[in-house]
């Protein structure tokens, strides 16, 4: 367990360095075809982008990921096999880690508070042992119950979805909470702010081509919606 002086500012480093991991600016050298994990991701020569690659074969941080570059210009690996980059997941779990973190989870299928990884639930949405999916979590639990369970969440905690063999997760770095009249959390106004590492590159930027989400909006209607739970670790518990 953390001291409680130290969570907020253990917190802010993990939002900070998944934002970190998702500035570095690089050109590669040759084209990374990486469609055999979904079509559209194709990193092109010459063309300029943000972030660490997304490669679901590989887990590495952004130091690692910068050794690859050489003035700018990505020189590593481009296989699916060995080229260097992260996944949703596994950028949460190397940023929990390199603060200090002792989960062994590696993928979204044991990232669920039941698989002993170290992973912990946040709220009181009823959990199997026997779950393989958040899909059962979710469908099994009051939605309020879910929604109060989402108003816990923190910068640095995360959500997760998992259909069985993946899923995806996002990190928190804002949530707000808004309540009814009658104490209620209101799910089309309450909202998180997350930062996410995807597969796909994200169609909202104008700016840039990248594969990291910044700054999404999801209302806690779309987490529920979409079979999300709120997860945390033992790094931000006092």
């Not at 707000?176 to 799910?187: E, F, K, L, M």
């Not at 700016?207 to 529920?224: E, F, G, I, S």
Request: negative net charge.
């Amino acid at each position: 367990m953390t001291e409680a002086k130290n969570i907020a500012a253990l917190r802010k480093e993990a939002v900070a360095y998944m934002h970190e991991m998702s500035e570095i600016k690089w050109t590669p050298s040759e084209d990374i075809d990486l469609t055999s994990i979904i079509k559209t991701l194709y990193y092109k020569k010459g063309e300029t982008y943000y972030g660490v690659i997304y490669n679901t074969n590989k887990g590495v941080d952004g130091e690692t990921f910068c050794t690859q570059l050489e003035d700018g210009v990505y020189k590593g690996p481009i296989t699916r096999e060995k080229a260097f980059g992260n996944h949703c997941t596994s950028s949460i779990l190397i940023t929990w880690r390199r603060l200090g973190d002792k989960t062994t989870a590696g993928w979204t299928a044991n990232m669920m508070p039941q698989c002993g990884t170290g992973i912990l639930q946040l709220g009181d949405f009823e959990i199997d042992p026997e779950d393989k999916t958040t899909i059962a979590m979710v469908e099994r639990t009051e939605p309020q119950v879910m929604f109060e369970a989402y108003a816990l969440m923190q910068e640095g905690d995360a959500i997760l979805y998992c259909f069985g063999p993946t899923g995806h997760a996002r990190m928190i770095c804002e949530n707000h909470v808004v309540r009814n009249a009658d104490g209620t959390i209101n799910p089309e106004e309450s909202y998180i702010i997350t930062i996410e590492q995807t597969s796909s590159f994200d169609k909202m930027r104008t700016d840039r081509h990248t594969t990291w989400y910044v700054d999404h909006k999801y209302t806690y209607d779309m987490v529920l919606k979409s079979k999300y739970i709120p997860i945390t670790v033992p790094l931000f518990v006092e």
